[in-house]
């Protein structure tokens, strides 16, 4: 069983447009997060939520909203996309709220593409 | 402030002979250290983690690391190399609250046959 998943896989988009990623996770665990990889392979936290609570929010443009429905999900969504906007978006949870050294738990990734 | 510092971009090693994935850190609180691994096109898997118990740590696929508090140093090694280790590393610090995680600039292991 996946613990991690987001959807889509690949998501490849023209400029200006909006689009969303999905990310769920069936651990039971308490937080999750955002994260981007850039081209040069680093990663950057972006959001993190605890029990629907957002509690990490990184310096992110506010043309992406994150959402968080249940717990059990966390979904990505961005407006007026850019071409900076390319890049591997990792969806990642932990079980305990907000304990530090607590193991993040990735999902597959979702590579997007702004033509 | 946190942050980590991965010493080489690319380390490439032949099959069979040990690997050293160097890793230093500077926190201003009491760290939590761990090793991802990343095979292309893949997500980031947990190798092992450092929370303040025994200073050497043992995780998966024969991989281990130190940690040297006087170093500031949590180094990965593994004792013979296998062609399936190639892939991208990542030593990470979390500190503070919230378990916000910080990446270092990670280190392609090419493992030659």
């Known amino acids: 069983d996946t613990a991690v998943s987001q959807t889509p896989k690949y998501l490849v988009t023209q400029m200006g447009n909006d689009k969303s990623i999905k990310c769920e996770q069936n651990?039971?665990?308490?937080?999750m997060y955002w994260y981007k990889q850039d081209s040069k392979k680093f990663l950057k936290i972006m959001f993190s939520?605890?029990?629907?609570?957002?509690?990490i929010n990184e310096t992110v443009p506010n043309r992406f909203s994150p959402k968080s429905p249940d717990k059990a999900h966390l979904n990505l969504h961005i407006n007026s996309l850019e071409l900076g906007d390319s890049a591997v978006y990792f969806c990642?949870?932990?079980?305990?709220?907000?304990?530090?050294?607590?193991?993040?738990?990735f999902g597959p990734g979702t590579r997007l593409t702004v033509l | 402030a946190q942050s980590v510092t991965q010493l080489d971009s690319h380390v490439s090693v032949s099959e069979g002979t040990p690997v050293l994935l160097r890793c230093n850190y500077s926190s201003s609180y009491s760290p939590s250290l761990f090793w991802y691994v990343q095979h292309p096109n893949k997500g980031l898997q947990l190798l092992l983690k450092y929370t303040s118990a025994a200073t050497l740590v043992k995780g998966i696929n024969g991989f281990e690391a130190e940690f040297k508090k006087s170093e500031t140093s949590f180094h990965l090694t593994k004792p013979s190399a296998h062609m399936s280790d190639a892939a991208e590393y990542f030593c990470v610090v979390s500190v503070g609250n919230f378990n916000k995680f910080y990446f270092g600039s990670g280190t392609k292991l090419n493992v030659k046959p």
């Open positions: 939520y605890n029990n629907k609570e957002l509690i």
């Open positions: 651990l039971g665990h308490d937080t």
């Open positions: 990642a949870s932990s079980q305990e709220t907000a304990i530090r050294g607590d193991t993040q738990y």
